[in-house]
């Protein structure tokens, strides 16, 4: 059952795929490129955990698992650069200004950077959550396949603040656009992405955490679809008349 759930979130994660990449194809926008990179194999993640089971312990499992976590680490912080442009979009004076824009350009650069080198160094391991089977930088109580790994983490692991400040930056901005043009569903969706990753794996285990990834990446490509073309742009009053 558990894995009918993952392979529904994989279809989920991959239909935004597609609807991403339709609207960049009709619009090759940078934010809309920015924004399609890190979904592209986001549908991957959950399906190779859902098909983990048939694949077992291996190379080829332990290929799935460091392309999983580079995509991860490498381009989620891309979406940091996507709120910066979605102020903008959508007609927020402030994020005009070059240096408002570079700040949000160096926080993505700076987690890239910062978490991508741990793909190099990091180790995994084997976890279990009702049939299903993946790696795992850490084993969460509950998820261990066998009573001695119960516990067991690797010593050189990133922090979660990259994903935890995107959703954050995101949700903020949802804010914004909420309180001038009325549009609530980007907010929205990451408050279910903050619920979600927020709930205990003790509790829930990992789905819960995976199921909200396309709910919180729909509202994304909404929002982006909406302001992309920059209609809402922020317009100079006109000169009074003489």
């Known amino acids: ?135 795992v930088t850490s084993i969460s109580p509950g998820q261990e396949c066998t009573p001695e790994m119960a516990g067991v983490g690797s010593p050189d692991t990133p922090s979660p603040a990259a994903a935890i400040l995107v959703n954050l930056s ?7 656009i909420w309180v001038r043009h009325k549009w609530p569903w980007l907010f929205l969706g990451c408050f279910v992405m903050l619920l979600a990753a927020g709930t205990p794996q003790s509790v829930a285990g990992p789905i819960l955490g995976n199921a909200g990834e396309p709910i919180f990446n729909f509202a994304v490509v909404a929002a982006v679809i909406k302001f992309s073309r920059g209609n809402y742009r922020a317009k100079e009053p006109e000169p009074a008349a003489a």
């Open 1 to 135: 059952m558990i894995t009918v759930g993952y392979l529904i979130i994989a279809a989920a994660a991959f239909a935004c795929m597609v609807w991403c990449l339709k609207a960049y194809m009709e619009d090759r926008s940078t934010i809309l490129l920015l924004t399609l990179i890190p979904l592209l194999f986001l549908w991957f993640d959950s399906f190779a955990v859902a098909t983990g089971q048939w694949i077992g312990e291996g190379p080829l499992m332990l290929s799935f698992t460091y392309l999983r976590y580079s995509m991860h680490w490498g381009a989620l912080p891309l979406l940091f650069i996507v709120a910066g442009m979605l102020l903008r979009r959508a007609g927020f004076k402030f994020a005009e200004n070059k240096i408002v824009m570079g700040a949000f350009c160096l926080v993505a650069v700076f987690f890239i950077v910062e978490d991508l080198r741990y793909i190099f160094i990091v180790d995994f391991y084997p976890a279990c959550f009702g049939e299903t089977l993946r790696y």
């Open 170 to 176: 995101l949700m903020l901005v949802g804010i914004a």
